[in-house]
């Protein structure tokens, strides 16, 4: 019995061996699972990646666009308060429904729907204008603890998009609506409408005759009407959040590109691209070149790089916005908030503003570049 048990088991052994060494170089893979024994920087990411989070317990985050940086040399005190204030007056809208132990997706909608009320940020009154002088904004809103979403795409009448996103979510059967279709479902439900000219501002008109002069080829005249507002803010609003209960929460906001063509829809009420939540993972909200975004499903890869690659929040988020995305010839930035409170808003576009709050109650607002550097 010993010696055919003996001739049994040599083969058995080498069949083993044969897998062992197999496996092995599948589990220091690109696509492994974390080992739960290797060290922190070795789980969140590669050597040139970025391993720590701007922030920690990080509650509630804004952004008000990537574009081009404000120039600290160039820009009025006056100026400066008006953007820190802007942000930080949307962060206190969220931190009181959060306070009160509100939803955070209650808790996004009042932060942006703040931000689609300043006409400092692209969004609602200070919406940009479309190539033939109008104005067409998109909106998104997700929930992280069941998925569930609901945007608008090409609004004209609806005081708020958000506001037109979150009722899409909860009062149909569908996650996108546009154009007039979307305006009349807002109206029916009593949402606040306007006409166009509430959304108009002096810098977006004068923004729109800057592109049309340098589409026409007279860039000295595209020179001349540059203004302050365009060059240093030119893009989309977003708010990410995380409630008592853990759930998680991301809504976004826009008017769009500057003399865009007329219908032309981002990434901003495009789920998994201008926006995503989900619990286990991240909430994020993107701003830039949409189109990019959108090809690039900014978001929703973030999302899988956490749950799929087990990579961090910082390091997944560097991944897409600053080495993946800009090769598809785009740049741009994103907000994004872990379940454990890492907060993290990389951007390859020379400036994004931002702000945060964390769980003590701190307020931090970024607008100038030294606040934070692209690409990191």
Same mark, same amino acid.
């Given at each position: 019995?010993?010696?055919?048990?003996?001739?049994?088991?040599?083969?058995?052994?080498?069949?083993?061996?044969?897998?062992?060494?197999?496996?092995?170089?599948?589990? !220091?893979?690109?696509?492994?699972?974390?080992? +739960?024994?290797?060290?922190?920087?070795?789980?969140? %990411?590669?050597?040139?990646?970025?391993?720590?989070?701007?922030?920690?317990?990080?509650?509630?985050?804004? !952004?008000?666009?990537?574009?081009?940086?404000?120039?600290?040399?160039?820009?009025?005190?006056?100026?400066?308060?008006?953007?820190?204030?802007?942000?930080?007056?949307?962060?206190?809208?969220?931190?009181?429904?959060?306070?009160?132990?509100?939803?955070?997706?209650?808790?996004?909608?009042?932060?942006?729907?703040?931000?689609?009320?300043? +006409?400092?940020?692209?969004?609602?009154?200070?919406?940009?204008?479309?190539?033939?002088?109008?104005?067409?904004?998109?909106?998104?809103?997700?929930?992280?603890?069941?998925?569930?979403?609901?945007?608008?795409?090409?609004?004209?009448?609806?005081?708020?998009?958000?506001?037109?996103?979150?009722?899409?979510?909860?009062?149909?059967?569908?996650?996108?609506?546009?154009?007039? %279709?979307?305006?009349? $479902?807002?109206?029916?439900?009593?949402?606040?409408?306007?006409?166009?000219?509430?959304?108009?501002?002096?810098?977006?008109?004068?923004?729109?005759?800057?592109?049309?002069?340098?589409?026409?080829?007279?860039?000295?005249?595209?020179?001349?009407?540059?203004?302050?507002?365009?060059?240093?803010?030119?893009?989309?609003?977003?708010?990410?959040?995380?409630?008592?209960?853990?759930?998680?929460?991301?809504?976004?906001?826009?008017?769009?590109?500057?003399?865009?063509?007329?219908?032309?829809?981002?990434?901003?009420?495009?789920?998994?691209?201008?926006?995503?939540?989900?619990?286990?993972?991240?909430?994020?909200?993107?701003?830039?070149?949409?189109?990019?975004?959108?090809?690039?499903?900014?978001?929703?890869?973030?999302?899988?790089?956490?749950?799929?690659?087990?990579?961090?929040?910082?390091?997944?988020?560097?991944?897409?916005?600053?080495?993946?995305?800009?090769?598809? %010839?785009?740049?741009?930035?994103?907000?994004?908030?872990?379940?454990?409170?890492? $907060?993290?808003? +990389?951007?390859?576009?020379? %400036?994004?503003?931002?702000?945060?709050?964390?769980?003590?109650?701190?307020?931090?607002?970024?607008? $100038?570049?030294?606040?934070? +550097?692209?690409?990191?």
């Amino acid at each position: 019995m010993r010696a055919r048990s003996e001739t049994w088991l040599i083969p058995a052994l080498a069949a083993a061996a044969a897998v062992t060494a197999t496996l092995i170089p599948l589990t !220091h893979g690109a696509d492994s699972a974390p080992d +739960p024994m290797a060290p922190a920087a070795a789980q969140n %990411g590669p050597a040139d990646g970025k391993a720590r989070p701007d922030a920690r317990n990080v509650v509630l985050a804004v !952004h008000g666009g990537a574009g081009t940086a404000l120039n600290r040399d160039e820009t009025t005190p006056e100026r400066e308060k008006a953007y820190r204030d802007g942000l930080s007056e949307a962060l206190r809208a969220g931190q009181k429904i959060l306070d009160d132990g509100g939803s955070s997706l209650d808790a996004v909608e009042a932060a942006v729907r703040k931000m689609e009320d300043n +006409p400092l940020f692209n969004a609602g009154r200070g919406a940009v204008f479309t190539a033939d002088a109008g104005h067409e904004l998109d909106a998104s809103i997700m929930r992280g603890s069941d998925l569930a979403a609901g945007s608008v795409a090409g609004v004209r009448s609806l005081r708020n998009p958000i506001e037109g996103a979150r009722l899409v979510m909860e009062k149909s059967k569908h996650v996108l609506l546009a154009g007039e %279709g979307a305006d009349d $479902f807002g109206a029916r439900h009593g949402l606040r409408t306007v006409t166009q000219d509430y959304y108009w501002t002096q810098a977006r008109w004068d923004s729109l005759m800057k592109a049309k002069a340098a589409e026409a080829g007279d860039e000295k005249a595209a020179r001349s009407e540059e203004t302050l507002a365009d060059t240093q803010s030119k893009g989309t609003v977003g708010a990410v959040a995380i409630d008592r209960d853990k759930d998680m929460s991301a809504a976004t906001s826009t008017g769009g590109m500057t003399n865009k063509m007329a219908g032309r829809v981002g990434d901003s009420p495009i789920i998994g691209a201008g926006t995503y939540a989900k619990n286990d993972t991240v909430a994020a909200s993107a701003t830039g070149a949409g189109e990019v975004f959108i090809r690039g499903a900014a978001t929703a890869t973030i999302s899988n790089l956490i749950e799929f690659k087990g990579l961090g929040v910082a390091p997944a988020a560097y991944e897409v916005i600053v080495k993946r995305l800009p090769e598809l %010839g785009g740049d741009g930035g994103v907000i994004a908030l872990g379940p454990n409170g890492d $907060f993290d808003a +990389p951007h390859s576009s020379p %400036g994004m503003f931002h702000g945060y709050l964390t769980e003590d109650g701190k307020i931090v607002t970024k607008i $100038f570049p030294e606040e934070s +550097p692209a690409n990191s």
